[in-house]
T-cell receptor, first 115, second 113 residues
Framework: GESVGLHLPTLSVQEGDNSIINCAYS??????FIWYKQESGKGPQFIID?????DKRQGQRVTVLLNKTVKHLSLQIAATQPGDSAVYFC??????????????FGQGTILTVHP | EPEVTQTPSHQVTQMGQEVILRCVPI?????FYWYRQILGQKVEFLVS????????KSEIFDDQFSVERPDGSNFTLKIRSTKLEDSAMYFC???????????FGSGTQLSVL
């Protein structure tokens, strides 16, 4: 069946360090992946996305890497700041017609940034 | 940046009562969704809505659930007879088109007593 999982449930880093959050997905046919950040009491906030025809995509301080061979997704945050502390979810979007938008979310990784 | 707006932020109801959760998607968006998150669990897909009809629904979205876009701006989720296990955070989401950013609202925390 479809599932998206995270290797590490918690990650603690020092301010200024780089953070790497990992995600494994099981549906090899998924062609679109998204990272979301969720702060307490708020909805998931879009961070960055990547389509399966790409290996890497960069945003502001964030980079997503996609390794389709091992079905692995990672989110790299450069110069992590206390404001980055949140739960981070990866999500996959299986292909085909009406399945677009039916995101399958991972369990989430709690990122804690210490000043 | 435009936002998806959800009301109320908290809803407490008695088991067996009907509840309506309200959402105002971003104005130029065409695809609308409801997700939910039970405390400590993953965010789960409930239903997608496009062109004034349901395009897909999950096993969770049974006959007790319905969605409506009554006036071109609001998007509502109705639970006809709430159960204890319906207690969760319900998120509305919208996007312009497929394979585009999916924007989420801040959620409605539903507590069924």
């Amino acid at each position: 069946g479809e599932s998206v999982g995270l290797h590490l449930p918690t990650l603690s880093v020092q301010e200024g360090d780089n953070s790497i959050i990992n995600c494994a997905y099981s549906n090899s046919a998924s062609d679109y992946f998204i990272w979301y950040k969720q702060e307490s009491g708020k909805g998931p906030q879009f961070i960055i996305d990547i389509r399966s025809n790409m290996d890497k995509r960069q945003g502001q301080r964030v980079t997503v890497l996609l390794n389709k061979t091992v079905k692995h997704l990672s989110l790299q945050i450069a110069a992590t700041q206390p404001g980055d502390s949140a739960v981070y979810f990866c999500a996959e979007n299986p292909p085909g017609g009406t399945s677009y938008g039916k995101l399958t979310f991972g369990q989430g990784t709690i990122l804690t940034v210490h000043p | 940046e435009p936002e998806v707006t959800q009301t109320p932020s908290h809803q407490v109801t008695q088991m067996g009562q009907e509840v309506i959760l309200r959402c105002v998607p971003i104005s130029n968006h065409l695809y609308f969704y409801w997700y939910r998150q039970i405390l400590g669990q993953k965010v789960e897909f409930l239903v997608s809505f496009y062109n004034n009809e349901i395009s897909e629904k999950s096993e969770i979205f049974d006959d007790q659930f319905s969605v409506e876009r009554p006036d071109g701006s609001n998007f509502t989720l109705k639970i006809r007879s709430t159960k204890l296990e319906d207690s969760a955070m319900y998120f509305c989401a919208s996007r312009v088109r497929v394979l585009e950013k999916l924007f989420f609202g801040s959620g409605t925390q539903l507590s069924v007593l």
